[in-house]
């Protein structure tokens, strides 16, 4: 089945009760998804999953720095995930791949823009959206968000808010750079102040425009508390 088709599948689910036949029909094409997805992540490693803009280009600074960022977690020994695609997320694995380092993805289908980058050791495509967060959240222990759109927000606000109703274990999520993200930052402010978030939730990230503050941070708060033993590249591989 095409792209398109999937595309309009899932419009005319969300789009209200279906026949019976056809939700069941759908929920089982939605599992086969889950299976394929953990059939080619199983055995990935310890990941670190990095969002951001799939506009970003070569040459915007950003890109740089999504790169050089994750080649610098990936030299610790965790798997660079990404969305799969194009921007901050290619950035992100080329800069696994620059270090010799593992890197994966987890593509979404779109009937545009979207299609699986060069820097990629594994990937899977996944058809629907709330399928790829699910797998991305399962083999994570860190997300790094930088620049991005209402995906990358989409993504940020919803490990968030997992980690904040305790409904996955805390890890580190951090949120590179100050000066895009500060109109964010102080609309969290307002929240705090109009009592809508505590005081602890501003704890569950940690803001920077430093990369080795960054890695330090991910590290720190993720191969002792829980009690990561990275693998070597080579071992997955030949999966």
């Known amino acids: 089945m095409n792209k398109q ?48 803009s799939a506009r970003f280009k070569e040459d915007h600074p950003y890109y740089k720095i999504a790169r050089e960022l994750s080649g610098k977690i990936a030299q610790k020994g965790f798997t660079i995930m990404t969305g ?36 990629l050791d594994k990937f899977t495509n996944i058809n629907y959206f709330f399928v790829r967060k699910v797998l991305l959240l399962k083999y994570s222990y860190g997300l ?52 809508t978030i505590s005081p602890e939730d501003l704890d569950l990230f940690f803001v920077t425009d430093n990369i080795d503050e960054a890695v330090e941070f991910i590290v720190t708060h993720t191969i002792e508390p829980f009690g990561l033993k990275p693998v070597k590249k080579e071992k997955w591989l030949g999966e």
Not at 84 to 94: D, F
Not at 97 to 109: A, P, Q, T, Y
Request: with cysteine.
């Open 84 to 119: 799969g695609g194009p921007g901050a997320m290619e950035a992100a694995n080329r800069g696994a791949k620059d270090v010799g380092g593992r890197s994966v993805g987890c593509n979404i289908v779109l009937p545009f823009e979207q299609h699986p980058n060069p820097y």
């Open 144 to 195: 790094v968000a930088m620049p991005g759109g209402f995906g990358t927000l989409d993504e940020l606000f919803e490990v968030l808010t997992l980690i904040q109703t305790t409904m996955i274990k805390k890890y580190p999520v951090v949120i590179f750079g100050k000066e895009y993200h500060k109109k964010l930052l102080e609309y969290i402010d307002d929240m705090l102040k109009n009592e």
């Open 5 to 52: 088709n999937f595309n309009k599948e899932e419009i005319k689910f969300l789009a209200g009760p279906q026949s019976r036949i056809k939700d069941f029909w759908f929920t089982l094409k939605v599992v086969w998804e889950f299976i394929k997805g953990f059939r080619v992540l199983h055995f990935v490693g310890p990941c670190i999953t990095v969002f951001g």
